[in-house]
């Protein structure tokens, strides 16, 4: 194609030593460089770091930031573990890879079950939480098994759906922002589940991809490296579910979801729905009690008048007999 380089006949050697992980992706090892593996595959992972960064940036000025930015800093060990990886494909690196996306899955679990607890037992629950992952990921580094890891992984990402859904419940009461919200979940998930089918496909017809990628050229033929496009999915994916879940479990939560999310919130939900209606709930209230004051006060007064008023009448007339007995 116009604007393209061939691919090299021999791949570059490789600086970090024969590929030693037991996964191995379609995008060919040490092409462009002798430092870094898989250049598409590494770089995807920027999605992750992006996300983060973002997040992070918008907690800057609450009291309890540190709450707020553990899922994030949690993709971003996810974008971080996952590079490294990628750049080498060794054994030992794949287990930053796994763990990651565990840990990262963690801390949105330990989010939504004691937002609402107090200090002493967020902090049990966190340090309980960290012994288990501890357990685990040191049990799967030992025996260098990935079944479990999927099955654990898994099971969180239920958990923490199904948790999700009764804090919608129960925190957003108004039905336009509700239905915003419910979309943004199911955008979330449409997003997930389409880069893991990608990442199949990637499996599935990796020869076919192969040659096509060689016929079309350099850089062209990275738009069909779909791990990383993976990356980019379930980066996304990922971070919808963090920014809403922290959202919801902040002091936000059902008010309107306005400008608060990145790319590609903005294109999928009307940040704006419900505002109106907050918005008329709350001048109702204050034209209420001012009303109410208004009303309280001005029958306080007329009370007032009439009370000077028949004490007048009262006091006139007991003058006036007075007067005439007088006579």
Same mark, same amino acid.
């Given at each position: 194609? +116009? ?37 598409? *595959? ?26 707020? *930015? ?92 199904? $948790? ?52 079309? %050229? ?12 993976? @990356? ?40 704006? +729905? ?10 109702? @209230? ?12 001005? *029958?306080?007064?007329? $009370?007032?008048?009439?009370?000077? $008023?028949?004490?007048?009448?009262? %006091? ?5 007999? *007075?007067? $005439?007995?007088?006579?």
């Amino acid at each position: 194609m +116009a604007f393209s380089w061939s691919y090299p006949q021999h791949a570059h050697p490789a600086y970090w030593g024969p590929v030693t992980a037991q996964a191995n992706f379609c995008e060919e090892d040490y092409v462009l460089t002798s430092y870094i593996a898989e250049v598409v *595959n590494t770089l995807s992972n920027l999605t992750y770091l992006l996300y983060a960064y973002h997040g992070i940036k918008s907690n800057a000025n609450h009291k309890d930031a540190i709450l707020r *930015n553990l899922p994030y800093l949690g993709i971003a060990g996810v974008g971080l573990g996952s590079s490294i990886f990628h750049a080498t494909l060794k054994n030992y690196t794949q287990w930053c890879d796994d763990l990651s996306m565990l840990i990262a899955t963690a801390t949105v679990l330990h989010r939504v079950f004691t937002f609402d607890k107090s200090l002493s037992l967020t902090v049990t629950s966190g340090l309980l939480i960290t012994l288990l992952m501890t357990v685990f990921s040191t049990w799967h580094c030992i025996t260098d098994e990935l079944t479990m890891h999927s099955v654990l992984f898994g099971l969180m990402i239920a958990t923490i759906g199904l $948790k999700t859904r009764s804090i919608i419940s129960s925190r957003v009461s108004n039905p336009l922002i509700k239905a915003q919200v419910f979309k943004l979940c199911t955008w979330g998930s449409v997003i997930f589940v389409t880069g893991f089918a990608i990442w199949n496909v990637d499996n599935a017809i990796c020869g076919t991809l192969t040659g096509w990628k060689r016929q079309v %050229g350099m850089p062209w033929s990275f738009l069909l490296e779909l791990h990383g496009w993976w @990356h980019v999915f379930t980066g996304a994916g990922a971070y919808i579910f963090i920014a809403l879940v922290e959202y919801l479990t902040s002091e936000d939560a059902g008010k309107p979801l306005g400008g608060r999310f990145a790319f590609p919130v903005g294109w999928l939900v009307d940040g704006e +729905a419900g505002k109106e209606k907050v918005e008329a709930n709350g001048n109702g @209230h204050l034209n209420g009690h001012a009303n109410g004051h208004a009303n309280g006060h001005a *029958n306080g007064v007329a $009370k007032a008048n009439s009370a000077v $008023k028949a004490n007048g009448s009262n %006091g006139k007339a007991i003058g006036n007999g *007075n007067a $005439k007995k007088n006579l």
